[in-house]
DNA sequence: ATAGCCTTGACC
DNA sequence: GGTCAAGGCTAT
């Protein structure tokens, strides 16, 4: 009843209400909308009672004002970010709700570092254990007092990854294990190093710790504001036997002094074996100079590394030994062969597992999507492969044969005398961009004279650094709130119609995934600031594209296989039985295209709120705020594609448009979902509420829910 | 399929 | 003629 009154006053559907109220009451995303669930369903009488309780109390206390009813709301879901990603469960990413919380500026700092490495407080603590930090506190990791024992860490780096796959090599370490370590010491060492900055003029050596010490940080700056200083990690590690890390996403991006500001800072890490003379081996095998440094392009060609450097660094895929400039970059032998093999035959690898395997020269075998994926990110050129397979000469694709072009060039010398460093972001593009003429490589001089630290804090204009724009990174923040880990139980799958028992499983899961959904809109960055009206109508106009992109995510590695979670997928075959296999056979061609672009993470979590941010919606109060915000977001998703896949052609305009194909399919959906909806489901739930809202808005052209 | 070695040919 | 980055060959 006054759920109605509530929708006759405002115009709000009362399961919209509903589900704003219940993200009012939850604490955790997961549990919370798992509990809202149940009270869609008759059966759940304890939790109908609790959900209703609280929707009732939020609702009639906020009934003396319509609008500011939906105000009140709407802003109350400001709960704080931290606390759900920390109750996820989520590995990375989180930010720790204590630090997001602290008023000392140094810790935020720090944990903005953290964050941006993929690693947390928990990361550290419970990855590593309490020892790896003489207190376990990331304060102290600040204030750089890191103290490793040579055996823990040993013991961390050798534990087996808890895999399924038998034929691991027993040396093979944790590859992720390793990366946390990496990024670690890496972010060890940059808070070291924006200390040791204002020690301008010489080289600045440290300790780090006067009793079974294993790392040593050595920071070198000339007090050059234009030569990029380098961090260099020693290691004292007692294994010589240790596996290769993959310098792939060593680049440090670090927030420079605010935590606050959008200024950035890539430092070069440089992770080496130790020196000294005593009983321990080196970390790494010792002639090998593992440069972290090499970002996105791996071992990038620049005017402070010629040939013999570029042959000095392991591959940047595998990290086996490189045998020369292959395609682009240097790389070993065996990857040149598996790029020309890959290119040449066609190949359409797909990654069994997250797409997310680690390369190295061990396993390179094991899953060749990944492995080329990381030829492509490192830098390997398709254009460089001959389709018309003539065998010797010169080829000419840009960026082939630069590094020697660069040694050849007198003013690169003469730079190179006075500054063995890699571009800065906010300098030029890095020589393996460049052609052969002088222009450029006047160009390239140019900007290091007129460099100067502003230019630091504007890295869209460095297409060649790996860089990730903040709005992305605050939206793949937000992806632990749709996390699928409170899935209803497969128990409804054992029925003896198993195609009714499907269809009612997906609806669960869509009704599960729309409550998630206006959660994780609400606290979109920016999206706050959208009137709540406006809100509404953006998520009433996209949920069903919404769903049909993350449908499509979820299936990428899952070919012929629409995956509607990580145990149920559909085949075009299921799809017939249950009268809908022409939207699954499109769902398979957009996923299929979205893989062949590989389209990765970052990509499709800019384009699902692209879906969000329509300012050409109908009735929109603010159109405008909205467009602002669809312009900051396609821009920072043109600076994350053509800096991530230059290689790759216009990916941006690739990706926009599978767009209109997701929004056919949502409409194809939605109409077979509306005119097959049973009887029982015709009055309850969100889903139901937002198809008769489409619905009618089809057939009456008004807003049927009026959101 | 992989990867090490070989052959080729434009450019210096 | 040397270099080097293509493609080819072939044992595994």
Redesign the pocket.
């Known amino acids: 009843m006054l759920k109605m009154s509530a929708r006759s006053e405002l115009g709000i559907s009362p399961v919209l209400l509903q589900a704003i109220a219940q993200t009012l009451s939850s604490h955790g995303a997961s549990r919370d909308t798992a509990t809202i669930t149940k009270e869609s369903t008759p059966q759940g009488e304890k939790s109908q009672s609790k959900i209703g309780k609280i929707s009732m109390e939020t609702m009639s206390g906020a009934t003396a004002s319509s609008s500011g009813l939906v105000s009140h709301l709407l802003q109350n879901l400001n709960e704080p970010v931290a606390s759900l990603m920390t109750q996820s469960g989520s590995l990375s990413r989180n930010l720790s709700p204590s630090l997001l919380h602290s008023s000392d500026k140094s810790s935020i700092i720090t944990q903005a570092g953290l964050s941006m490495l993929g690693i947390s407080e928990n990361d550290v603590r419970g990855s590593l254990g309490n020892n790896l930090l003489s207190n376990s506190s990331v304060k102290n990791l600040h204030q750089r007092s890191m103290v490793v024992s040579s055996d823990e860490l040993n013991n961390f780096l050798l534990k087996e990854e808890p895999s399924d796959d038998s034929d691991h090599s027993p040396t093979q370490t944790n590859s992720q294990n390793m990366n946390t370590v990496s990024s670690m010491l890496s972010a060890l060492a940059s808070q070291h190093m924006q200390e040791s900055l204002t020690k301008k003029g010489r080289p600045v050596v440290r300790q780090q710790s006067d009793h079974d010490a294993s790392v040593n940080v050595v920071t070198t700056s000339n007090g050059d504001s234009r030569t990029q200083p380098q961090i260099i990690i020693y290691s004292y590690i007692n294994n010589g036997n240790h596996d290769v890390p993959s310098p792939q996403g060593s680049d440090l991006v670090l927030n420079d002094g605010d935590g606050n500001s959008d200024a950035q800072t890539t430092y070069r890490v440089l992770l080496q074996p130790q020196e000294d003379g005593n009983d321990s081996k080196p970390m790494f095998s010792s002639d090998m100079n593992y440069s972290f440094s090499s970002g996105h392009h791996g071992v990038p060609i620049t005017d402070a590394q010629n ?1 013999q450097d570029g042959m000095n660094q392991p591959c940047p895929v ?1 990290g ?2 490189v ?6 970059i ?1 790389t ?7 790029f ?6 066609k ?1 359409n ?1 797909v990654c069994p597992k997250a797409s997310d395997c680690t390369i190295n ?1 061990f396993n ?2 094991k899953c ?1 999507a990944c ?1 080329f994926k990381t030829c492509l990110q490192m830098g390997m ?1 398709l254009e ?14 840009d960026g ?2 630069s ?2 072009k660069n040694r ?1 060039a007198p003013l690169e010398k003469r730079m190179k005398k006075t500054s063995t460093r890699l571009p800065l972001p906010g300098e030029v593009p890095s020589p393996s961009h460049d052609s ?1 003429d002088g222009f450029k490589t006047h160009k390239n001089l140019e900007a290091i004279l007129n460099h100067n630290s502003k230019q630091v804090s504007k890295p869209t204009s460095n297409p060649g650094a790996l860089y990730i724009p903040e709005l992305l990174r605050d939206i793949m923040n937000l992806e632990p709130l749709l996390s699928d880990d409170d899935l209803p139980p497969e128990s409804l799958m054992e029925t003896p119609f198993p195609e009714q028992a499907l269809y009612s499983y997906m609806m669960q899961l869509a009704e599960l995934r729309l409550y998630k959904l206006v959660r994780w809109a609400r606290n979109l960055p920016q999206f706050g600031a959208i009137s709540t009206d406006d809100q509404i109508l953006l998520l009433q106009n996209c949920w069903s594209e919404l769903i049909a992109l993350s449908l499509c995510w979820r299936s990428i590695d899952t070919p012929n296989q629409i995956s509607i979670s990580s145990t149920h997928h559909i085949t075009a075959e299921w799809a017939h039985h249950l009268g809908f296999e022409d939207v699954v056979i499109r769902l398979l061609n957009i996923t299929e295209n979205f893989r062949k672009l590989y389209m990765d993470q970052f990509e499709y979590v800019a384009l699902k709120v692209l879906l969000l941010i329509t300012p050409d919606v109908k009735g929109l109060k603010e159109p405008k705020k909205i467009r602002d915000f669809q312009d900051k977001l396609t821009e920072a998703l043109l600076t994350y594609t053509s800096s991530h896949y230059p290689h790759l052609g216009d990916k941006f305009g690739a990706l926009l448009l599978r767009l209109p194909e997701l929004s056919r399919i949502s409409f194809m959906s939605k109409d077979i979902l509306i005119k097959s909806l049973p009887s029982s489901m015709a009055s309850c739930g969100l889903l139901v509420e937002l198809l008769k809202g489409d619905n009618k808005s089809d057939s009456e052209g008004s807003s049927g829910l009026r959101l």
């Open positions: 040939t595998c086996d030994k045998s020369g400039y292959h395609y682009g240097f070993c032998e065996s990857c040149k062969g598996f020309k093999r890959t290119v040449q035959n190949k690898f020269s390179r075998k060749p492995r050129k460089a492969i001959r389709q018309d397979r003539t065998r010797g000469g010169r080829s000419s694709y082939c044969a590094h020697l050849m052969d």
